[in-house]
C-alpha cells in the first residue's frame, strides 16, 4: 500500500514556472514507477509524465515535452513535476500515482495508487 499526497500547486501566469511535489508514505517507494496526470474540467484525466524506479528512465506527454521534468528522490520518497513556461491550457488538477511497472507507463490503468490532487491554474 502506498499513501501519495501532492504539494506545489496554486496560481500563477503564464509563462511562469511551478513545482509539484508528491510525498509518498511506506517503505517500498523505490519499488514504483510514478507518473503524473492532469484533469481540466470536463475533460479526461490525460497522462503528464512518468519516471521508472531507479529514475534512470522517463516519458513525457507531447504537450509537455521540452517544459515539464519529472523526477524522483528515492531517499526523500518524493516524487517532482517541474513546470516551466506555463500555459493557460496547463490549468488542471494534477495527480500523482504509483505504478508497479518496471517502465515509466502511460497507462492509466496501470497506476494502482493515486494521490488527491493538486490545482494548478495558470492564467493569461
Known amino acids: 500500500q502506498v499513501q501519495l499526497v501532492e504539494s506545489g500547486g496554486g496560481l500563477v501566469q503564464a509563462g511562469d514556472s511551478l513545482r509539484l511535489s508528491c510525498a509518498a508514505s511506506g517503505r517500498t517507494f523505490s519499488s514504483y514507477s510514478m507518473g503524473w496526470f492532469r484533469q481540466a474540467p470536463g475533460k479526461e484525466r490525460e497522462f503528464v509524465a512518468a519516471i521508472n524506479w531507479w529514475g534512470r528512465s522517463t516519458n513525457y506527454a507531447d504537450s509537455v515535452k521540452g517544459r515539464f521534468t519529472i523526477s524522483r528522490d528515492n531517499t526523500k520518497n518524493t516524487v517532482y513535476l517541474q513546470m516551466n513556461s506555463l500555459k493557460p491550457e496547463d490549468t488542471a488538477v494534477y495527480y500523482c500515482?504509483?505504478?508497479?511497472?518496471?517502465?515509466?507507463?502511460?497507462?492509466?490503468?496501470?497506476?494502482?495508487?493515486w494521490g488527491q490532487g493538486s490545482q494548478v491554474t495558470v492564467s493569461s
Open positions: 500515482a504509483a505504478s508497479s511497472s518496471p517502465y515509466p507507463t502511460l497507462t492509466r490503468s496501470e497506476y494502482y495508487f
